[in-house]
């Protein structure tokens, strides 16, 4: 791809990979961003995350160009994301994609590639999806499941600096979905900054280093997935302890007391007290578990926090 303009250079690391400034949209009446400021950090996971009409497909539109902010800015690597030159630094994956039916597999990641100046070897994305199997079918002849991984592969075959994976793990089987997982951290681990949404919260668990959480338009809360389970959801104690739950439902820093599989478990907030009072009145506990909250929690108390204020 000789004739290509030269893509923009990417700026020196630490410089953000993508950003919202003060962007809004709306859909007639309907705001589906209201004053959004986001930044993409290069080599890191970033999880958008909210219920349904939040915002999130609304903001990768606008980071991908394929929408326009009516108020402020969006920007990849400081450039236009509406430019052919600056998508040339981006590989997106959306939720669907209408792809040629006729077009084989290996077709496919051929055209895929060639639209980028510096694109993976084909073998390379090959063995990243897991399509060595699939290159002599038919797009139209694959499983919903093996469609998404051809388009998972199109995405990344352009060796970008940046990749957006809109509900990547729709449709997929559990293997496909751990080696989808194992490629966007090989990805994020080279450098590459990856902007994920997903229903699968244990995906998004698993595979961020930031989330930002999404509700009205509006971000509610940014941070670490285990920050914010910390923070709302608490901390789990489990232990085998005669300790019962009654006595430990009084206890100012639990929220909750009950006995399962013959194991005491409580949730609260703060550990250290609890731990305290356990091993005061039971020094012979045993089978002690102290573990985060579920990012499920964190995100369902934070958005009822935020759809309370509303």
């Not at 091993?279 to 964190?298: H, K, M, Y």
Request: with cysteine; aromatic share 4%; hydrophobic share 45%.
């Amino acid at each position: 791809m000789a004739d290509l303009p030269t893509p923009p250079v990417p700026p020196p690391a630490g410089a953000p990979a993508a950003t919202l400034t003060g962007a809004r949209f709306g859909y007639g009446g309907a705001i589906a961003l209201d004053g959004v400021d986001l930044a993409v950090r290069q080599g890191e996971v970033l999880a958008l995350l909210g219920p349904n009409g939040a915002g999130k497909s609304t903001a990768i539109g606008l980071l991908t160009g394929r929408l326009r902010p009516q108020a402020g800015a969006a920007r990849v690597f400081g450039h236009d994301p509406t430019r052919t030159s600056t998508r040339r630094l981006f590989g997106v994956m959306l939720q669907s994609a209408a792809l040629p039916e006729t077009l084989r597999v290996s077709e496919l990641l051929d055209h895929a590639r060639a639209c980028y100046p510096d694109p993976r070897p084909r073998a390379e994305v090959v063995e990243l999806a897991g399509l060595s199997d699939l290159l002599a079918r038919p797009y139209a002849r694959l499983s919903g499941g093996q469609q998404r991984r051809v388009q998972f592969a199109m995405a990344v075959g352009g060796r970008v600096p940046l990749l957006f994976i809109d509900e990547p793990s729709t449709g997929l089987d559990a293997g496909a979905r751990r080696r989808l997982w194992a490629a966007v951290g090989a990805m994020r681990d080279e450098g590459t900054a990856v902007v994920l949404t997903t229903h699968y919260l244990e995906e998004a668990d698993a595979l961020a280093d930031r989330v930002l959480l999404v509700d009205r338009g509006r971000i509610v809360a940014e941070d670490s997935p285990d920050a914010l389970k910390r923070r709302v959801a608490g901390v789990q104690v489990r232990c085998r302890t005669r300790v019962s739950p009654g006595v430990a439902a009084g206890w100012p820093e639990v929220a909750a007391a009950r006995r399962h599989g013959g194991l005491l478990e409580l949730e609260c907030r703060r550990p250290e007290p609890v731990l305290r009072r356990l091993f005061a009145l039971d020094p012979d506990l045993d089978q002690l578990q102290v573990q985060p909250g579920s990012l499920e929690q964190a995100v369902q108390a934070l958005t009822a926090g935020a759809e309370a204020a509303a």
